[in-house]
């Protein structure tokens, strides 16, 4: 393996080469370069959360993924001191690919690789931002895995995975774009995996159903009022059920934004209830199988394994809960306590629920990206559990560090039925 670095700036400043010339090393990641950018995210009040990579394939438009997103309530493609605004502009959760738009980005779109798969034992470059130069790492193609379509899913380079490549490029001789990097292979055989390029025009397609959840509107004033004087949302006959869709209304209780949060049952699958084309995924009994992509605030964010409501609630229960977050990897620990019933009231109507609670220590960062700029502080949520909706109703959270306060609630407000 070969690593080379190259300087942001010096990246801007290089020719394009033919694109079905074969190049070097140098001239690979000369050419390569300006079209790769750090990807980087944040929470609330701007604390720094995640770092990862993004490629260039349009103007105003990097493609990364979607795990280098996680839990973030905003992003930023950066290159030396500059730092450009994104947005999820479309979301292909199941195959872990996210499109952001970028407004005003002066950079070169790659090529992206059309036709046959890359063989096995081709030469392949692995290009991520690293720190304020892209790095270029030299390989071949170690594993090319199929789905169950029996075509191209996974393709596994013979180098290790590096912090924040994920979202990176992967590349042939010729400059074409073949994969994009998105973590492990596999525990056992740590190589660095990549989904095919070719995926990345159907995005936008594959995206729509989610792209409400990303992109919510925020509620008029008159709408809470009214949410609120409506009758009591009821689960219905033979829920869940596909194009079942929950409405939230999630609130920044620091600044007072709100804004509007779905949940839309797409499809079911034997046991499996998949909402926002795989960003939540539940079982048929409500507890939570996985979150791809957190729309929901801390709610989601934060959840433990299962969700916040554990199996066979009863008032009095308590337990332990110790996990890494989803897509942050923060350490995070909880005692949970069942603490009575009552009748609740939130936009959508009352309801007679159990009330949680939840008080631990989560790990955060303090400063800049990684393990040494974190530490763990106090905790605080609380959930409203309605069994006769099988739903909760609401939740709210808090924690406060050095350099960021979290304060935030989501209660239900509408449900509808296609």
Excluded at 196 to 224: H, M, N
Aim: aromatic share 8%; with cysteine.
């Amino acid at each position: 393996m070969r690593l080379r670095y190259l300087p942001f700036a010096i990246g801007l400043l290089c020719s394009v080469a033919t694109p079905g010339m074969a190049m070097g090393p140098d001239q690979l990641l000369a050419n390569v370069s300006p079209s790769v950018f750090a990807v980087r995210t944040y929470g609330q009040q701007e604390a720094p959360m995640g770092a990862g990579s993004g490629v260039v394939i349009g103007p105003g438009q990097v493609v990364t993924a979607c795990q280098v997103l996680a839990g973030a309530r905003s992003i930023a493609v950066r290159r030396d001191n500059v730092s450009y605004g994104a947005t999820l502009d479309a979301p292909d959760v199941e195959r872990g690919l996210c499109l952001l738009r970028v407004p005003n980005l002066p950079a070169p779109a790659v090529q992206i690789a059309s036709g046959a798969a890359p063989g096995f034992g081709q030469k392949v470059f692995a290009a991520a931002a690293a720190g304020t130069a892209v790095s270029l790492r030299e390989a071949t193609v170690a594993g090319l895995q199929a789905g169950a379509n029996g075509k191209l899913d996974r393709i596994e380079a013979s180098v290790a995975p590096e912090d924040a490549a994920a979202g990176g490029g992967l590349f042939d001789e010729g400059g074409r774009l073949v994969g994009i990097l998105v973590g492990t292979a596999a525990p056992a055989q740590p190589r660095q995996a990549a989904v095919p390029a070719s995926w990345i025009p159907e995005i936008r397609a594959r995206g729509a159903v989610a792209l409400a959840s990303y992109r919510p509107a925020a509620p008029t004033a008159a709408q809470p009022a009214a949410a609120a004087a409506a009758a009591p949302v009821t689960a219905s006959p033979g829920s869940p059920r596909v194009g079942e869709e929950w409405r939230y209304q999630l609130t920044d209780n620091l600044t007072g934004k709100r804004q509007e949060v779905r949940y839309r049952i797409d499809r079911i699958e034997n046991d499996r209830v998949i909402f926002n084309q795989g960003g939540r995924i539940e079982y048929m009994d409500g507890r939570v199988d996985s979150i791809a992509a957190p729309a929901g605030g801390e709610f989601d964010a934060v959840a433990p394994p299962g969700g916040w409501v554990p199996a066979n609630l009863t008032v009095g229960k308590r337990w332990r809960v110790s996990y890494r977050q989803a897509g942050t990897g923060f350490e995070t620990q909880f005692d949970g306590v069942a603490t009575g019933e009552s009748t609740i009231r939130v936009a959508a109507g009352a309801y007679r629920a159990i009330r949680i609670t939840y008080d631990g220590f989560m790990q955060r960062p303090f400063y800049g990206f990684g393990s040494s700029g974190s530490g763990s502080v106090p905790y605080k949520a609380v959930v409203w559990y309605a069994p006769e909706l099988g739903r909760v109703v609401l939740f709210t959270a808090d924690f406060v560090t050095r350099y960021e306060r979290v304060s935030e609630k989501l209660e239900l407000a509408a449900h509808r039925l296609d």
